[in-house]
């Protein structure tokens, strides 16, 4: 069945879903997570399969082409390739995929595979053993280096992308390894600006090592050429002039993309983001669970859409930080 277009009050056609399949993870991120974890959801209040592919097919009906799963980390929620496979078989949909710690692919690379996964993105932050373990709080480079391997045997899954979060005075020394690890591999790397979506409350603007100034470090000893960009695409995308690979710059701090954003966000528990930002959600497990139409279940959505925030305010006088983190919104 087809829908009318999902568009939002400032005229922007929503395509893009991003989907937690769970607020639970493996790794303690200092940008994301206490050390301690955080007060996990009870199994019943996260939805299940069942009801993410209900919410994921109605929505493909309205337009959304991307569908993107995370968490937490999400391949810690038990039979996710199970939902793969069913997501995977939603018409509507051109690419399903995944964003991940990676420590588990080594483990689920082949059921990922097999299941239809598009492509997937994998978060490593230092290429240093001693300085990933500094960001993440556990020693698990080695693990997550052998879970690309593991992707790598699958040529279908490309392109991979490889995600590091740029924080200052860390990361300064992170560039060049990843623009020769972005050479030699042929992953495509991308620095991320640190967004104030930490557990700790501890963000402030000068932690946030701009991607301008991470290109201006690798341009000086690797020339690079920017790529063409798709108008919704969240990186500037580079080339190496002088060879293979690519790397590119996710800046929603120093250069926010809001004006062609047509992503939505569905939380593990079932809530509604129309923004990282947003301070308000909307609830589509209770009126899942209290037997809601597919009709109805689209007004509620139209109207949440219709109220997306039109920019973030990040850095503005007066910005407040969401309760959630990262983790728990899905990122
Ligand atoms: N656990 C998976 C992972 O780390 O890839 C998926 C969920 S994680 C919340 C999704 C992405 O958000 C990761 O690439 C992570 O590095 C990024 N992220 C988390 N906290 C962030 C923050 N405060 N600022 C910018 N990016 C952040
Ligand atoms: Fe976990 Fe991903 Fe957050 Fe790190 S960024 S703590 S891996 S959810």
């Known amino acids: 069945m087809v829908r009318e277009p999902l568009i939002d009050g400032h005229d922007r056609r929503i395509s893009d879903l991003r989907v937690s399949v769970t607020d639970r993870c493996n790794f303690r991120c200092q940008y994301c997570m206490p050390a301690e974890g955080l007060a996990w959801l009870d199994r019943g209040e996260i939805l299940s399969f069942e009801e ?16 993107r799963l995370t968490g937490g980390e999400p391949l810690v929620r038990r039979e996710l390739p199970r939902l793969v496979a069913a997501l995977t078989k939603v018409p509507e949909l051109h690419e399903v995929s ?37 960001m993440t709080r556990r020693d698990a480079l080695p693990q997550v280096l052998r879970g690309l391997d593991a992707v790598a045997a699958y040529p279908h899954l ?3 992308k490889v995600n590091a979060v740029a924080l200052r ?31 700790d409350s501890a963000w402030t603007p000068d932690q946030v090592l701009t991607g301008e100034e991470l290109r201006q470090i690798i341009h000086a000893v690797h ?30 701090v120093s250069e926010p993309f809001c004006s062609d954003c047509n992503r939505l966000r569905l939380t593990a528990e079932g ?25 109805e279940l689209e007004q509620i959505v139209r109207d949440a859409v ?26």
């Open 52 to 67: 993410i592919e209900r919410v994921v097919r109605l929505l493909a009906e309205m337009g959304i082409e991307d569908l």
């Open 98 to 134: 995944l964003t991940t710690n990676g420590y588990l692919l080594e483990r689920d690379a082949a059921a990922l595979a097999g299941a239809g996964l598009s492509r997937l993105n994998v978060s490593i932050d230092s290429l240093q053993r001693d300085r990933f373990y500094a």
């Open 158 to 160: 490309r392109p991979v």
């Open 169 to 199: 005075d860390f990361s300064e020394l992170e560039a060049l390894p990843f623009a020769q690890f972005a050479r030699e591999t042929g992953f495509q790397v991308r620095f991320i600006e640190f967004m104030p979506l930490d557990a």
């Open 223 to 252: 020339p690079l050429e920017e790529l063409p960009r798709e108008p919704s695409a969240t990186a500037r995308v580079f080339r190496f002039a002088d060879g293979e690979g690519e790397i590119g710059f996710v800046n929603p």
């Open 271 to 295: 809530k509604l983001r129309t923004c990282l930002f947003s301070m308000h959600e909307t609830d589509l497990r209770g009126p899942l669970r209290a037997g809601a139409s597919d009709d």
């Open 306 to 331: 219709w109220r997306k925030e039109l920019k973030h305010r990040v850095g503005e006088p007066g910005f407040r930080q969401p309760a959630r983190t990262m983790s728990a919104i899905g990122g």
